[in-house]
Every structure is written in C-alpha cells, then in structure tokens.
C-alpha cells in the first residue's frame, strides 16, 4: 500500500470520528494548535529555511509566498484561536419549515467528510485549511508544493502532536509528502476516500485538477483582477484605489492585473495614473491608445489581456463606456474580483449585476477578497465556481447540508 492510499485509509476514519466531536473539544485543541506554533517557532523556522536555500532560484513571487518569520507564524497561530472563537456551523440549521401535515423539516449543516487541497509554496494555507477543516468537523489530507515540504513537515507534526493531546486524532490532518505529479494524480482519482478535493494556486494547477480529478472539486481561481474607472469617477479616488489593489500585495490572487479606462477622461487620468505607478516600480503595459500617451508603457498583446501577472506589472487599456468594461471583464477575466470605480449609481448596479465575478467591488480595492478580511475568520480559497460554494470558502462552506424530518407516525398517503 503506498503512501497516498495510507493516509486517505486514516483520514476517512478519523473523519467520522470528527464529526461526533463537540464544539468544546475542538475549540481546545485549535487554541492549543495556536500555542504550539508559536513555541516552536524556532523549529518551524529552521525548517523554512532550508525550504528557502533549496528555492533560491525562483520567482520572487514565489519565494514571498513561502518565506516566514515570527510575524507571519504569530499571525498563523492566531489564525487558529480566530476560528476557535468562531460559531461551530456542524448541527447549526440553515433553514425549517412545515407542512400542511405537520412534518416538520430542517436543513441541518454536516461536515464534507474528508477534504483534499493541492497548494503550492504558501506555509499559510497548511494552517489556515486545517483550522477551518478541522472547526467544521472535516478530516484534512494536504498536498502542497515541493518547495514547502520541510516547512509543511514541521507545521503538521506540531498542529498533530496539539491536537492529539486535546481530543483530535493526530489522523485527522494528513501531509502527503511525496511531492511528485504521480502522488498528486493519485490523491485527485481516490473516490471512496476523499469526498472534496479543493486546489488552490496558479492557473496551471487549477486546471491539472479540474482536468484529472475523479473526485469532486470546488474550484479556486486565479485572479486576473480589473479596475474600471468610468466616465465621472473621483480619479483621487480611483487613484488611490488602483495603487492600494496593485501595490499592497502584488503577489497574491486578489491584487489587481488590469485597468480599464473610459475614453472619456482617458487623456486626463491615463499620464496621471502611470506617473504614480511608474514611481511605485510598476511596468505598465498598455494597448495602443495607452502606448501613444504614455511611451515609456509597452505595448500590450491581445494573450496578456488574460494574464495573472502576480508581478509589479499592470495592463491598462481604454473602452468606450461601462458595457464594454463589462463585456471585457466577463472575456478576459477569472470570475475572481472585479471593482467599478464612478458616481452613477446606474452603472455601479449594472456592473454589479452583469459582472460574472463572485466579488464584485464598486468605489473598493479588489485587496478585500479575503475570507480573514470579509469576516468568516479565514479561507481555504476563493471559489470562482457556481456550484455549492461561491467566494470565500468558510466554515459553512466546507460543511454540506442533510435534511431532517421529525413526524408524529406521518406516513404518506
């Protein structure tokens, strides 16, 4: 027996031991998860360190998403006593109601079973999934990138050996630790195990998963995010909006990739806008009308328009009012977050009700497309599917539905 099915073997058996566990137990072994973080920081970090030296090589946008230090390991471990304080959603009731024979029905929440997320180099997303997994009643089998592994080590063996001594089986947080394509592609084919699969990364990985995957998948998109800024807009404000959605984080999938302009205050807002984002160190590419305005952009090609650049690079282009920034948007964009910025309270709703986005921001950064900031404690990813779970996946999202029926001897004529 290889690894992947080992492990599938264990967390489904200590899903339905999870399931039964009270709000209590749970609550005192997330808060003790939260301590043993933080005590064994120095451990942790040594790991990710090692993880770091083997990475040197990549991508800046990737090396920022896994290196950690003590703030990062603090706001990880705190992540954990955020859910603790959060409601339990197992046995809470969506919805009741009665018939005209007196059955009574209600929606009650139960966990998914056992969940499986592929991820790549983010140390967060190991913390964040199982507190989240393991609040909603779920077992948690992890799979994340090769360049995460001793990180992804030393997390587990510190939230198991907590949540062991407090009530959990060590059993219910699973790290496959064979890196390589073929364990990925096993974990995505055993049904009968793993009842959701959730990726969580780049484009490529998403569509591995939707593509291959023989259990079912919640979707998380990438973020080709986009700024429209319409005829009318507070361009301070728009301004100030573009730059914070580009440079507070350009690493991350809910910070902005295009900017769409109304041709209309273009001559006035386009030099302006790229002025600040040059001085931010931003590259700016443009399409042709944006190249003659400003020279120093470069010249935008059609593919890029559905580009995620996760770079301090941003698109500008020019349209001609908010229909065809919406018709842009619903071509070229993710399904991911997408913002309006104007004083037409007309466009601001259609925009909203047309844009084919799960977050849709009018006068806001696309920056708040976060379960942590949104108020459901954390996420395991944003979903861009329409199936089941849209947005944030929280802890209701990472719980399905049964339906109770109390009678009084009903039988059905």
């Known amino acids: 027996m290889g690894e992947v099915e080992e492990k599938c073997i264990k967390a489904k058996k200590a899903a339905s031991i999870l399931a039964a566990l009270s709000t209590e137990i749970k609550d005192r072994a997330l808060l003790a998860a939260k301590d043993a973080l933080v005590k064994n920081a120095n451990e942790i970090l040594e790991a990710n360190k090692a993880d770091l030296d083997a990475s040197s090589s990549l991508p800046k946008s990737v090396t920022k998403r896994l290196e950690l230090n003590d703030k990062k390991i603090a706001a990880m471990a705190e992540g954990f006593g955020v859910i603790a304080s959060f409601p339990d959603p197992v ?26 997320f592929i ?23 992890l799979r994340g990138g090769k360049e995460a592994i001793n990180t992804n080590k030393a997390l587990v063996k510190v939230m198991q050996k907590a949540f062991s001594e407090n009530g959990i089986p060590a059993d219910a947080v ?14 995505m084919k055993m049904r009968g195990y793993v009842d959701v699969l959730i990726p969580r990364g780049g484009a490529g990985l998403i569509k591995a998963v939707v593509e291959n995957a023989r259990v079912p998948v919640i979707e998380t998109g990438a973020g080709n995010c986009h700024a429209y800024v319409d005829e009318g807009a507070d361009l301070s404000m728009a301004e100030k909006i573009i730059l914070n959605a580009k440079l507070s984080s350009p690493y991350v999938c809910n910070a902005l990739e295009h900017v769409l302009v109304n041709s209309r205050i273009a001559e006035k807002f386009v030099p302006r806008l790229c002025e600040s984002l040059a001085k931010a160190g931003v590259e700016i590419r443009g399409d042709e009308v944006v190249a003659k305005m400003v020279p120093s952009s470069k010249l935008m090609t059609e593919k890029e328009l559905y580009d995620e650049y996760l770079d301090l690079v941003v698109g500008i282009k020019i349209v001609k009012d908010v229909n065809e920034a919406i018709v842009h948007i619903n ?9 309006i910025i104007t004083k037409s309270k007309t466009n601001a709703a259609l925009f909203a009700r047309m844009v084919d ?4 921001y009018v006068n806001a950064s696309t920056r ?13 990813g944003i979903s861009t599917q329409r199936l089941h779970a849209r947005g944030p996946i929280g802890l209701k999202e990472l719980c399905t539905t049964k339906l109770v029926c109390e009678g009084a001897g009903h039988v059905r004529e």
Not at 91 to 116: N, Q
Not at 357 to 360: F, H, L, T
Not at 368 to 377: L, N
């Open 368 to 380: 708040f497309s976060d379960g942590y900031t949104m108020g459901f404690g954390g996420e395991v």
């Open 91 to 116: 046995g809470s009731v969506a919805e009741k109601w009665k018939l005209a024979s007196g059955l009574k029905i209600s929606r009650v929440r139960v966990p998914l079973g056992v969940l499986a």
């Open 119 to 141: 991820y790549e180099a983010r140390p967060n997303v190991t913390t964040e999934s199982t507190s989240l997994a393991l609040k909603s009643g779920n077992a948690i089998i």
């Open 357 to 360: 986005s799960c977050c849709v």
């Open 331 to 339: 071509k070229y964009g993710t399904h991911h977050s997408d913002a």
């Open 174 to 187: 699973q790290l496959i630790e064979d890196t390589s394509h073929e364990a990925a592609a096993q974990l």
